[in-house]
């Protein structure tokens, strides 16, 4: 009785773990159906697109082609991992100036904090929030002009961005 159990569960495992009809994935319309459309700018809903070392953030055309439409939302930008600035630290702020202690469970541990107060301290850690910091590396866009040769303007232009295609 033992041994036909153990055999009856053994054929029926067996038998589950064959397939005889996988079904191949439409790699294309799964990705297709994710593509990004814009029909219209949105100063506030740019693409950004990075692999984590190097980022760039793009308009309706693919590119920064409109940067000053995008002022006053998200901005268009090129981010790399190696292009990193610092302003000079001309008052010599060591970065224990902006610690602060806290006391956790009967230990005190020191943290970096913004301080409210003037002073120092406060323009301290301002100096290290802000140091160093990834620099814009430039715009890559078009200088779009119509047949009669005025300018395009960015509300003449619609983009789909093609992900099997395009990248």
């Known amino acids: 009785m033992r041994n036909q159990l153990l055999i009856s569960i053994v054929i029926l495992l067996f038998y589950s773990c064959q397939h005889d009809s996988i079904d191949k994935i439409d790699r294309f319309s799964l990705v297709s159906r994710n593509n990004p459309v814009v029909n219209q700018m949105d100063s506030l809903g740019s693409l950004s697109v990075g692999n984590g070392n190097f980022a760039v953030t793009v308009d309706v055309t ?10 006053n939302g998200v901005p268009l ?3 790399a991992q190696w292009g990193w600035h610092s302003f000079p630290n001309a008052e010599d702020y060591k970065i224990e100036e902006t610690f602060k202690a806290y006391n956790f469970r009967g230990k005190v541990e020191l943290y970096a904090v913004q301080f409210k107060e003037k002073g120092r301290k406060q323009d301290a850690a ?8 990834r620099l814009h590396l430039g715009y890559i866009g078009l200088d779009l002009s119509k047949k009669d040769g005025s300018k395009v303007m960015s509300t003449d232009t619609s983009g789909r961005l093609r992900l099997k295609n395009d990248l």
Do not use: M, S, V
């Open 62 to 71: 693919g590119l920064q082609t409109f940067p000053e439409e995008y002022k």
């Open 77 to 79: 930008g090129t981010q």
């Open 126 to 133: 301002n100096y290290f929030r802000a140091n160093p910091h």
